[in-house]
């Protein structure tokens, strides 16, 4: 039996190792694209009205129609379709035409379902445990009147790039290896997990006053960050790392969140094409929730800074309210 060179060192997986991470990086894509194949449905029916069925107009009178008096069909006496001289017309009342998408030229209170996706780099203290990271998530979003926006979101958190990595001091050798119950080398990942949820509230800055449901947007969120280092080992086979210990070591922390932002809105006037791009910021006070760090055997709960900067775009799924079947004047 040939034994491992107990001299080599463990490699962790890197961000370009594409055997290692095709599989992470499938289940992400896969999320996104169950979100999308979801969503694409729905997105056809929200873009066009009710179709409206013709008014329903008099019939013309007839210029000969008779009039029978006492029952005889001999006695009969023409009417005229000439209105009186003294009789006033009213004028017929201006119908809108309800085809015609108002968003174009009129503020609006949509609401909307809103999926999204980013990249972002940490600052602070969280620059020393992780590196940049992905996001995406899900939002529900509302503009009141063209102007005042408000919401809510929440947003996966996830990367292959993690910098503290001398988490099993304790258990490991000299050249930095986990051994398994076997006797041969752990491969384990190691791998960044974290959550953003929040509400926020904003303001719209339309570009062009004829389009007032699109433009600048200013908010600003508040909610909860939470991380921790994700210990992934498919072997399985290392007792020391099964699911009870490794919260002894996966730091995991958590905090209240202030989220401000700035990006551009837009709803298209034919209804299909909405979107946002946004430049974002979220700085929190979090703290290690663990009573006890495994592999120095003291607490750590020392407030810690946390931050991260990034992009996000997003697409729109506005919930329009349809337009009435049928209309009836009386």
């Not at 007839?62 to 000439?82: E, H, V, Y």
């Not at 909610?223 to 399985?236: A, C, F, N, S, Y």
């Amino acid at each position: 039996m040939v034994h491992p060179n107990p001299y080599q060192k463990h490699k962790i997986m890197s961000f370009f190792d594409v055997s290692s991470s095709s599989i992470y990086w499938g289940c992400r894509l896969g999320l996104v694209c169950l979100m999308v194949a979801i969503c694409l449905p729905i997105l056809p029916c929200m873009g066009q009205d009710s179709p409206l069925q013709p008014l329903t107009k008099p019939a013309p009178l007839d210029s000969a129609k008779t009039i029978s008096s006492g029952g005889s069909d001999t006695d009969t006496q023409p009417i005229s379709t000439q209105p009186h001289p003294n009789t006033s017309i009213k004028a017929a009342p201006y119908l809108p035409n309800l085809r015609k998408p108002v968003i174009a030229a009129i503020p609006l209170s949509i609401s909307s379902v809103q999926t999204h996706m980013g990249i972002l780099l940490p600052a602070g203290d969280l620059a020393k445990r992780f590196g940049a990271a992905g996001q995406v998530g899900l939002e529900f979003g509302r503009i009141v009147r063209g102007k005042w926006l408000m919401g809510g979101n929440i947003t996966h958190l996830f990367s292959n790039s993690v910098r503290e990595q001398d988490i099993f001091s304790n258990i490991a050798t000299e050249s930095g290896d986990v051994i398994t119950r076997d006797g041969v080398f752990e491969d384990y990942r190691l791998r960044m997990f974290g959550w953003l949820m929040s509400v926020r509230i904003g303001h719209l800055i339309p570009i062009n006053p004829a389009r007032p449901n699109r433009g600048f947007s200013m908010e600003l969120g508040f909610g909860l960050m939470q991380h921790k280092i994700r210990i992934e080992t498919p072997v399985l086979n290392s007792p020391q790392l099964s699911a009870e210990y490794k919260r002894g070591y996966d730091r995991l922390s958590n905090g209240l969140c202030v989220s401000p932002a700035l990006g551009y809105l837009h709803y298209a006037p034919n209804r299909r094409i909405n979107y946002f791009i946004r430049l974002e910021g979220h700085v929190a006070q979090t703290r290690n929730r663990r009573t006890v760090n495994y592999d120095t055997g003291l607490p750590d709960h020392r407030l810690r800074r946390d931050a991260l900067w990034g992009l996000r775009v997003g697409w729109i799924l506005p919930l329009y309210r349809r337009a009435e079947k049928e209309v009836n004047f009386f």
